[in-house]
């Protein structure tokens, strides 16, 4: 009996695959979808906070979250299916002049490439973010259109309605071969199967380095584990998600950010100054009075708050912070949707809208110049890290 033969196989049903399987499958692609875990987004997915913004400095990444946010807060009226987007927008507070003047001149560039944000003074932010410290307030960017979406919830959505348009998924596999013959990717093979195929998505996330060497590839993807927590529900109070720029006093992170979802619950994380390089998922001691001080500090009303739970993901980091989307020279068929660094549940819509409209159509959904800046063979060692984390 010969191999089940598919058009293209989806490594990972993740914040890529899962929607990439989804948007192929409505193109009328024979599509599989390969993971290794027992069901949709239970790998780095379901760890993230559910922020969705196009609130970025990157302009590739300005279009493919603003496809994502589209597709998001549309998503219970076009398929009928709740994903928990939770409109509100983002707000990033000000409360120095350096800060002030990065975001000021980046308002620019997120205009040309369609962003609606804008500049608010100290007495708007105040509006928009009740009870927060005002000392030193200078004022922030707001951007209405972002939101926030239920991990858990988005991957089984998504899941279910790739299904009904002909995905096929496989759990609990693990694949453990990519045959490329003349040049061309013929077959995937896992620890319980085979598969003949015409094309392969690396879509694994922090896997993504692993799946790349099976065909020789040394894609620079490597995992870097951060912690996040959420609080019991209060009272809705905040509508956007906060993202404050500035160094912690303590020495140890960068910027921090949180929202309110939509059950009430408050749920934040830090960006730490020095990158955990690894697969550790072990909570922290240090994390929780870390972030809380943080959070008192900015809205002094959170000194109430109940925390309920911590946990640690992993963000697919590359040198440059940026994704890596797009074909692969000389492998006819290989196609990467990886490196989200830690933003895959918003990149992730949009980079699989632009890889179906690659795969299928011979072009990406957004400006070909823009999205040559996610080429796998482009100058990793250039300084890209973008402004806004």
């Known amino acids: 009996m010969g191999m089940t033969t598919f058009d293209i196989a989806v490594i990972g049903a993740g914040s890529v695959g899962n929607p990439a399987a989804l948007f192929l499958a409505q193109r009328g692609v024979k599509v599989l979808v390969i993971d290794r875990c027992t069901a949709p987004g239970q790998g780095e997915n379901k760890a993230a906070i ?10 590739a990444k300005i279009s ?9 807060s549309t998503f219970q009226e076009v398929y009928g299916r709740d994903v928990g987007w939770k409109p509100g927008g ?3 507070p000000v409360f120095d002049d350096a800060i002030e003047r990065t975001l000021k001149s980046l308002l620019p560039t997120q205009h040309r490439f369609g962003l609606d944000i804008q500049w608010l003074g100290a007495a708007a932010i105040k509006e928009v973010v009740p009870g927060i410290n005002t000392e030193n307030l200078r004022g922030g960017t707001y951007s209405p259109g972002d939101g926030q979406v239920s991990p858990l919830m988005y991957a089984d959505a998504c899941w279910k309605e790739a299904v009904q348009h002909g995905a096929v998924y496989r759990f609990g596999e693990t694949v453990t071969g990519i045959t490329v013959k003349a040049g061309r990717v013929t077959t995937v ?11 392969v998505l690396n879509a694994a996330g922090a896997g993504a380095r692993r799946i790349g060497a099976l065909t020789g590839l040394d894609i620079p993807v490597q995992p870097d584990s951060h912690e996040a927590g959420i609080s019991a529900p209060v009272k809705p109070f905040l509508d956007p998600l906060i993202v404050d720029l500035r160094p912690g006093p303590d020495g140890k992170t960068a910027n921090f950010y949180f929202g309110q979802n939509r059950e009430g619950q408050v749920i934040f994380c830090y960006t730490p ?30 000194r109430h708050l109940l925390i309920r739970r911590v946990w640690r993901g992993l963000y697919p980091m590359t040198p440059d ?17 990886v490196g989200m660094c830690g933003q895959g549940l918003m990149l992730g819509p949009g980079v699989a809208d632009c890889l179906a409209s690659l795969i299928v159509d011979g072009r990406p959904s957004i400006e070909e110049s823009v999205f040559a800046d996610l080429s796998f063979k482009r100058d990793f060692s250039a300084a890209r890290i973008e402004s806004l984390k």
């Open 321 to 337: 912070g940026v994704a890596i989307v797009g074909g692969v020279d000389g492998i006819e068929g290989m196609y990467l949707g």
């Open 50 to 59: 559910g922020g969705v913004r196009a609130t970025h400095s990157d302009p």
């Open 189 to 199: 093979t896992t620890d319980k199967s085979a598969y003949s195929v015409g094309a």
């Open 273 to 302: 100054r020095d990158l955990f390089i690894g697969e550790d998922r072990e909570s922290t001691s240090e994390f929780l009075p870390i972030i809380a001080q943080r959070l008192i500090d900015l809205i002094p009303a959170f």
């Open 90 to 92: 983002y707000c990033f």
């Open 64 to 72: 493919l979250c603003l496809q994502s946010v589209e597709h998001l």
